[in-house]
């Protein structure tokens, strides 16, 4: 099996992909030494965030161990996790 999601800390609510998935695609990924995996449920590209949990709107959400923001809405696993789901309290 080919690990093609990045875990840092076993609390993270994502994993970052080390290449772009399509939908249906399975993302692996390790987690305090056992492999999982997540069905993508949209395309999303290369080094972007899948959530691997179920985010509610206004959850805090944890990358690398760390907040990285807020879920603006219902969010599934294996949903693409980037600016139109995700307030980081930033002017872009």
Do not use: F
Not at 1 to 12: H, Q
């Amino acid at each position: 099996m080919r690990i093609n999601g990045i875990l840092i800390d076993p609390a993270d609510h994502v994993v970052t992909l080390a290449e772009a998935v399509k939908a249906g695609e399975t993302v692996s990924y390790v987690k305090a030494g056992t492999v999982y995996g997540q069905t993508a449920m949209e395309d999303i590209p290369q080094y972007h965030k899948m959530a691997i949990k179920e985010l509610h709107k206004g959850q805090t959400v944890l990358k690398y161990g760390a907040r990285i923001g807020e879920a603006t809405g219902e969010i599934a696993p294996g949903s693409w996790v980037h600016r139109h789901n995700l307030d980081t309290g930033t002017q872009i």
